[in-house]
């Protein structure tokens, strides 16, 4: 590409010394003048460095305390880095998520004007966009409204179409992709597809391989605050979604859980997720079979014991439930789980969740009486499945659809 | 669809230099304190029916207990020229300051979002608190003159020099805003020490006394109280001009040094702590 350089990054270094000890108050410095605070050391950059040229959607991608929002605040001038240089070149919208700064007094109106100048816009050049902004955000007979009578999907619709109206050449955005109903999500992709025509720059922090894949030209994987790999966006989803398998293949032995609830008359002793050839994963493809496996053992005897689990969503909303009991044979009566007895739990699962984080709960009952619980684990397994498919909701269901049009049925009247 | 600007043709790339208390432009810096201290001013007059009265009615209701005190109790007032109206225009000036300053001590920390997700000048905080007491500062004093003029007091020519007292307050109430709101990120005690601090200024102030009638033995105190120099020429300039100005009260231009020294100090201060703190309080949050 010929495009000039917009970003360049060099030698990006930023520590954060958290106090083991904090002092809060004078009170605390007055009472201990002489007590030196030790500090633990986090390394959140080291030594990071790249160019993004103009007109390039760059992909930031990385687990949870990788660094890369540390990067982003970095770039955005809300952290100092500790050493090296960052140069840009243009302006800068330099906000790292929707709708910081909003005042829930103060009008659409008003909240727009003092957005608009945050982002780095004059107050007649933010007060002239204001009626685009409401345009966009389809809340032109809100304009008097204040923000705290505002529903969050309005917000949402309000501060993204101040994002967008803004206009900054270069953009730092942390995971807002989707945002409001599915038809505002639309749109929002539409504008992103706009942007990246026009020749705006944008950096976009996701741990979202889909939209990584599908937006960005090139990506960069972050681990302990470093790159791990720059270039192609395919390759960075590859290399992203073999770490955390790495990450997760890390702990074999037996798990103690916390938060195990109940009488504990019964353990469990470990619970996973594996693939078809057995191996434990945490990420699974749309569409993969949920392969669960757990095994307990008996503390004390249970009688009749049952064994049920529930699916979750990210926000702990119950997407399916599903239970059995201990295998007897035919005309034999209820089994027990006897002290020490180890039994393993398998269940294969169709899988029509759409991407997302989910989690698992496990529990034991006795006498196949869900209020008995023996032994109870809430987020015993958290587990992501990922696919380059967006779908509205928490599952995809198998359907038949058609549009025919109607016989006998004239266009025009058709159209009113 | 959505109208983008083309971007200007290879702009030159500038270093970012990261956070401070002035970052991103003066321009943007006047804009964003413009807005945020008139937004809050409406806020607080045209949010409720009676918005301006509202805010006189606590200068005014402190004013009628004090007065009444001191000149049916204590009987100093009595002894001074045009005592209601000193301590009324004392109190109100006094006001600003105390509601600047208090409401400074968690500005920053009640814009944590602003602070911690946007690249954010963080000076503008503070000092939109300290502008936004200032316009009701602004409105109160035109009750106050109009006070003073009915109670009987001559308009003199001084009058025409209030702004230069006004304006030394000002900069003090902001150099102290900004040690407040600064500390308050990281000391949470600053609060509670203020409001004891603030009270001990009060009557460490001559607002309800005229300097002259102190004894020597506090006279020293207040003399380095930065404040006590500006409410006396206060008080020479706009009510009495009998009364000893800031340089005569203190007992000439020497003993005016050890305030004016604290007024600089404080004002040095104020600068060096917050450039100090400002490219950090998005971390201490």
Known sequence: MGEPVVIEAQGIHKRFRIPKHRI???????????????????????????????????????????????????????YRADAGRIRMAGRLAPFIELGVGFNPDLTARDNVVLNGVMMGLSRREAARRLDAVLDFAELEEFLELPLKNYSSGMLVRLAFAVMVQADADIMLIDEVLAVGDASFAQKCANTFRDMRDVGKTIVLVTHDMATV???????????????????????????????????????????????????????????????????????????????????????????????????????????????????SGEDEPAKSLDPGERVRIAADIENPLNPGRYTLDFWVCRNRNVTDVVVAVRRMITFVVFGSVWAPGIVSLKARLEAVPQEGVHQEEARE | M??????????????????????????????????????????????????????????????????????????????????????????????????????????????????????????????????????????????????????????????????????????????????????????????????????????????????????DTLHDFLMVNPLTPIFEQMRAWIIDPGAPGAVDAAGGVLYLLPALAMYMGICALAVWVFNREAPRIAEEL
């Open chain 1, 24 to 78: 809060n108050s004078f009170k605390e410095r007055a009472v201990h003048p002489l007590a030196r605070i030790e500090y633990r050391d986090l390394q959140a950059l080291r030594d990071v460095s790249f160019d993004v040229r103009k007109g390039e959607f760059f992909g930031v991608v990385g687990r949870n305390g990788s660094g890369k929002s540390t990067l982003l605040k970095v770039m955005a001038s809300i």
């Open chain 1, 213 to 327: 894949e599908e937006y960005c030209h090139r990506a960069m994987l972050i681990d302990e605050g470093e790159v791990r790999y720059m270039g192609d966006p395919g390759q960075v989803s590859r290399r992203y979604l073999r770490l955390n398998f790495e990450r997760a293949a890390g702990d074999e032995d037996e798990q103690d859980y916390e938060g195990q609830t109940g009488t504990e008359d019964a353990r469990i002793v470990r619970g996973w997720l594996e693939d078809s050839a057995g191996e434990h994963v945490t990420n699974l493809e749309h569409g993969d079979t949920i392969r669960f496996r757990a095994e307990v053992e008996g503390v004390r005897a249970v009688s009749d014991p049952s064994f049920g689990f529930m699916i979750r969503d990210a926000d702990g909303v119950n997407v399916a439930g599903f239970g059995t009991h201990l295998e």
């Open chain 2, 2 to 215: 959505t109208g983008f600007g083309t971007t200007a043709e290879n702009p030159e790339l500038r270093d970012v230099r990261g956070p401070s208390a002035t970052g991103g432009g003066w321009r943007r810096f006047a804009d964003l304190l413009y807005l945020i201290a008139v937004t809050d001013f409406k806020k607080s007059y045209f949010g409720t029916v009676l918005g301006y009265f509202w805010s006189l009615a606590r200068p005014v209701l402190l004013f009628a207990v004090l007065l009444a005190v001191f000149t049916q109790v204590f009987r100093i007032g009595s002894q001074v020229e045009n005592y209601p109206v000193l301590l009324l225009l004392n109190i109100v000036m006094f006001g600003f300051f105390q509601e600047a300053t208090v409401a400074a001590v968690t500005s920053v920390v009640a814009q944590e979002g602003v602070v911690r997700k946007t690249q954010f000048p963080r000076l503008v905080i503070p000092l939109a608190v300290v502008l936004t007491a200032l316009f009701n500062l602004g409105m109160n004093l035109i009750a106050v003159f109009a006070f003073i003029l009915a109670y009987g007091v001559e308009p003199a020519w001084t009058w025409l020099l209030f702004p230069l007292p006004a304006v030394a307050l000002f900069v003090f109430t902001t150099a102290v805003a900004m040690i407040l709101s600064s500390l308050y990120v990281r000391f949470r005690d600053v609060a509670i020490i203020w409001s004891v601090l603030v009270a001990v200024l009060f009557y460490g102030t001559p607002i309800l006394y005229p300097l002259e009638v102190v004894p």
